[in-house]
């Protein structure tokens, strides 16, 4: 279909008008008069949009109560096929030369059409940036954790490249040496990690001696003088252990000495006896730091038997509390280590 020169300079003049209007509504600011009077244009282009639609409406109603023929239906008549076409024919004349209804130009109808183009393209981008955002979090989130799996299996890879190349160089090295080279090899090998195992014992027992003389001994001493159990006094200090416990495990006030002698015999006095006292207490703290290493030393050497106890201590106590050793079941006076290693063996 051509279109005429006329209805190309409508279209451009209208064009025009719209971008000028456009250009003065950028220029000068929107007042309540301008409001105002784009309210009434947007009232009379609604009204004048469904007056169009009210007069489309009526020209096709009166088109088909026109039309008794249905073009769409083929008869036999071939006349009657002529009729139909002619008639086709007419109609499509008659809408081509139809004056095309474009909006005046005061109309807000491109204005309003542009808007709700312009809102739908900034909700679809709002949307896709939404979810653009959601999955750039997801993606990082994603890349940092592939991050630590590629350095867990570069570290992976690493040490089982290193493992190889030592079992290949021990295996060329063993493929060189003589059957007695090897044993002797294997011999300094076993030799090496005894004297480790001894220094890491003799290592252990340096600081158990040390725990048992500093923390330990103390809380065995107030524990055998009727005090408190080890554990539920943290700290028992020699004024404790000098003035000792209740009946009740609580610790006894210290009796304030009065004398009526004179000051040089009574700092004798007192002087002996706080020897006298330091020397009960080094001697209470020391037996049971002895007594201490003592058990541990002989349940270590009885292995999985059981070992008789002198006495009800609370160094066996403390040892069983412990998880250490345990009881007989029909004989408290006797004790054990716990097997630690049959699990591990099994």
Known sequence: MDVSEQTVQKIQKFAQNRQN????????????????????????????????VRHQEEELQKLRESSSVDLASTGTDPWMRV????????????????????????????????????????????????????QLSVDRERFRIEEANLRDSRSIASGLRERLQRIRNASSRKEEQSPSQVARELVNQQKKRNKGLDRASTDLKASLDKFFDDTLAPMLAAEDLGGPTVGDAQEVSDATLKAGYTAHGKPKKQKESAGTEDGAQQRIDQFLHRSTAGANLTNKREAAATEMQGL?????????????LQRDSAASRFL???????????????????????????
Do not use: C, W
Request: hydrophobic share 35%; net charge negative.
């Open 21 to 52: 209007a456009e250009n003065e509504s950028d220029m000068e600011p929107a007042g309540t008069t301008a409001l105002q009077a784009y309210s009434r244009r947007l009232d009379v282009t609604l009204r004048g949009l469904q007056e169009q």
């Open 83 to 134: 009729s139909q076409t002619r008639r086709a024919k007419k109609a499509y004349d008659s809408l081509l030369q139809s004056k095309d209804e474009f909006p005046t130009t005061d109309s807000v109808l491109p204005l309003l059409l542009a808007i709700d183009e312009t809102s739908q393209l900034v909700k679809d981008n709002k949307a896709s940036v939404t979810v653009t955002a959601d």
């Open 296 to 308: 541990l030393d002989a349940l270590l050497e009885a292995g999985t038997s059981y070992i008789d």
């Open 320 to 346: 069983v509390r412990a998880k250490v050793a345990q009881f007989h079941p029909r004989d408290a006076r006797r004790l054990r280590l716990i097997d630690f290693g049959r699990s591990l063996d099994n």
